[in-house]
């Protein structure tokens, strides 16, 4: 049975690439030392894959930037804003390439970056292509050449990598009125078969393409531009096979369509969508066909061993209908979504060998891609039994599985989701036992992350410092960070965060079940790559989080101390987690552990605490017929963590996106006393949104962007607050900056503030 992969990720096991790259920009290395540091992480992708055994191996899934961009740059989309980059005489590909990615600003230029935005339900994200009405495609990067030959040269021949045409103009964005991007279609199509003929011609025999844009609801138009892409493409370039690539979601919405595609294979992702292999298996057109259908059962997405048992079966029924020589196996995506190489985590304190034996990254999964294949054909039996024996070892661990924690998520009442009273009467109560003055001024909860912030944490962290010496220090910051609020006039104080170097970290390194990796780092734009901490069993909290640190706070000040907390669902949503469980489970072990947390604080005597959720829109689902059960259970997970506390104390929540308006009724259902949230985008949008749904809570639309090191004046603020208040009453608004201020300067920070109060004050003498 034939095995391939979809793509590798590709910064590097050691971070190789993203070193080089940032030392690229900061000038530090030549622009052919950075071709080699890529070249190199190329070839140890492709030889890792080689060593594994898979039969068809990518290239161009590889990428400088993004993947996204490559495509843009390959079919010549190029903006003009960077025209004046291009010269006839040199090779400014690259520089240019990265001058879309990030801007530029050097010899007097002055150019921006293009848009960004997430890759489906990942947290990858992409470069935003942009077109015009007349726009023009032609050849211009060769990129997907050079890989191949480059592979070449080490005797593989590769499969390579092309985003598909439509999707690539779905996922782009028109820069001008009068026109749908899908339209470009025709114009696009003849650069794909130039450059597919070209790739015939050196030798490539399979190509894949990928069109994840297939599992998501399209319209006719996008329907009929799928069919005509490939009609086209199957016509331009008959001497190579096609494999189009879907995942992230099943075909279903658009099955038809997507079975009756012209190309020589299709793969699919049974680890989201499984139950599309019998749909598919039961399409006559399909069957009678010759096209491969490549079975994703690897979980590209996720860090956890496959359970072969269950793949072997999916490959049997597959193997049934369409015998043996069309079916091939697959991870379900590409792998750049999951760390590199589960071996290189050598610290048993921190990965235990009984947790590990549970998991799998990019390299292992390689593995069992190749040993299902042997499965598949009567050999290796062992590996089965060795699998089975590792999964049984995983349902049945008391590291994972503590009866207390699921007794009690099945003993949530309804009750337990309802604050004691109406929004209505909690703020008439809180109106009397929290005085504020009217637009009261607070902050999202970091403050900046100083060098010396930094350096005492990673100190302590490992062991060079004392716990006394670190809390004397962290207690210092706090305290300097209390006066300094308090002089710069803020009306709900914070403590800093300072003991925090991440808001989901922080907590998951407090919780039980959760576990951490010390290279496994995931690419999330760029050179930026995160590691997110792995949700492996059921999730308690042994002992107050931050009770410590915000009491020590509120002790050093007569003004209100709120509370921080980051919410189940962001919790959740920045972790890898529990495939053995539904997420809503795992969203309800996280939201008990906050609930209590919320209490003790509440009994600490702390009368404001908020409850960050920035990463609910995230967490949406790609289809919208699927939105409505994710928001009800994500809206009761925070309801959940926030509801056990009397009516005088004053839940806070904070978001940070611009796009509400599609779900204002969830924003509403999570009924926190006091929202806030980033605005830097578009205020106006955001308060018609909220407005229009005559949104009841007190709201604090924030009024300084801290994206950016600008200051900005009192009358730009003053200026926004008194827009708010056309459309928010007086006593339900709130002054706020849009989002946490750890990534900015103290200076900046201090000047900002100070005239934010300052804003809000002016607009108290107008009332
Ligand atoms: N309380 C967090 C902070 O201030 C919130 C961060 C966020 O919204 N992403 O950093
Ligand atoms: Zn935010």
Not at 7 to 33: M, N, T
């Amino acid at each position: 049975m034939v095995t391939h992969n979809l793509g590798y990720p590709r910064v590097g096991s050691k971070r190789e690439l993203k070193w080089a790259s940032e030392q690229f920009w900061a000038g530090k290395i030549s622009k052919d030392e950075l071709l080699w540091a890529g070249r190199q992480v190329r070839r140890q992708n492709w030889q890792t894959q080689q060593e594994a055994g898979i039969q068809w191996i990518p290239s161009n899934d590889f990428s400088y930037y993004d993947q996204v961009l490559d495509t843009a740059l390959m079919v010549g989309a190029v903006p003009e804003r960077y025209q004046s980059l291009i010269d006839g005489k040199s090779n400014r590909e690259l520089e240019i390439y990265f001058a879309m990615a990030r801007g530029i600003q050097q010899n007097g230029l002055d150019i921006r970056a293009m848009e960004m935005t997430k890759w489906f339900d990942t947290n990858y994200h992409f470069i935003v292509p942009e077109f015009l009405k007349n726009q023009q495609f032609k050849r211009y990067s060769d990129k997907v050449i050079h890989d191949f030959e480059d592979a070449k040269q080490m005797g593989i021949l590769t499969k390579p990598v092309l985003l598909g045409p439509v999707s690539f103009l779905l996922l782009g964005k028109e820069k001008e009125a009068g026109f749908h991007r899908i339209d470009l279609l025709e114009r696009l199509l003849p650069v794909y078969a130039d450059v597919l003929r070209e790739l015939a011609t050196r030798g490539t025999t399979w190509v894949q393409i990928d069109e994840p844009c297939l599992t998501l609801d399209l319209s006719e138009n996008e329907q009929i531009a799928f069919q005509q892409a490939y009609e086209y493409l199957a016509r331009a370039v008959p001497q190579l096979s096609l494999l189009v690539a879907t995942y992230f979601e099943s075909i279903q919405p658009n099955l038809a369509l997507t079975l009756q595609l012209p190309v020589a294979a299709l793969h699919v992702d049974l680890v989201r969508g499984n139950e599309q292999l019998e749909v598919i298996l039961a399409d006559t057109s399909f069957v009678t066909s010759q096209r491969i259908l490549s079975l994703g059962v690897v979980d590209g997405r996720n860090v956890w061993k496959n359970d072969f048992t269950q793949s072997l079966t999916f490959i049997q029924r597959a193997v049934d209908v369409l015998g043996k020589d069309r079916v091939w196996i697959a991870p379900s995506c590409s792998l750049l979504h999951v760390p590199y190489d589960l071996d290189l985590e050598k610290n048993e304190a921190v990965l235990t060998p009984e947790i590990k034996n549970w998991m799998a990254f990019a390299k292992q999964k390689l593995g069992e891609v190749v040993t299902l294949g042997r499965l598949s054909k009567g050999e290796a039996q062992g590996l089965l039994l060795e699998n089975q024996v590792a999964l049984e070892s995983r349902r049945t661990s008391l590291l994972i599985h503590k009866t207390a924690v699921k007794t009690r998520v099945q003993a949530v009442q309804t009750d337990d989701f309802e604050r004691d009273s109406a929004f209505a009467v909690r703020q008439q109560i809180q109106g009397e036992s929290l005085p504020l003055p009217l637009f009261p001024t607070t902050t999202i909860g970091s403050f900046p992350q100083t060098d010396e912030v930094r350096q005492w944490r990673a100190k302590y962290k490992k062991g060079e410092v004392t716990k006394a010496d670190y809390e004397t220090f962290v207690e210092a910051e706090i305290e300097r960070s209390i006066r300094w609020q308090e002089e710069v006039g803020l009306d709900v104080l914070v403590h800093g965060e300072f003991e925090r170097n991440d808001m989901v970290e922080y907590f998951g390194e407090q919780l039980t079940g959760y576990v951490f990796t010390q290279n496994g780092w995931v690419q999330s734009y760029g050179s930026r790559c995160v590691k997110p901490p792995i949700i492996y069993g059921d999730v308690e909290r042994p002992e107050a989080m931050t009770v410590r640190w915000t009491t020590f706070a509120q002790s050093k000040t007569e003004k209100y101390m709120k509370g921080m907390l980051t919410g189940p669902v962001t919790i959740l949503q920045w972790s890898f987690v529990r495939d053995d469980q539904p997420r809503k489970d795992t969203a309800f072990q996280i939201a008990l552990a906050i609930r209590d947390e919320v209490q003790e604080l509440e009994q600490a005597g702390i009368r404001i605490i908020q409850i960050d959720e920035p990463a609910i829109r995230e967490g949406l689902p790609l289809r919208r017929a699927d939105w409505a059960a994710y928001l009800t259970w994500a809206v009761d997970a925070f309801r959940l963590s926030a509801s056990g506390v009397a009516d005088q104390t004053q839940i806070h929540t904070h978001m940070c996106y611009s796009e509400f308006n599609d779900i204002m009724e969830a924003i509403a259902r999570m009924d926190a006393d006091v929202i806030t949230i980033e605005t830097s985008r578009s205020q106006m949008e955001l308060l018609e949104a909220f407005s229009d749904f005559q949104y009841p809570n007190e709201i604090g639309p924030g009024v300084y962007d801290i994206h950016s090191p600008r200051v900005p004046s009192v009358e730009e603020m003053a200026h926004l607050l008194e827009k708010a208040l056309r459309t928010i009453p007086a006593r339900n608004l709130w002054v706020n900056p849009d989002c946490g201020l750890k990534t900015r300067r103290w200076a900046e920070t201090d000047q900002a503030l100070r005239n934010m109060v300052a804003a809000a004050r002016q607009l108290q003498q107008t009332i």
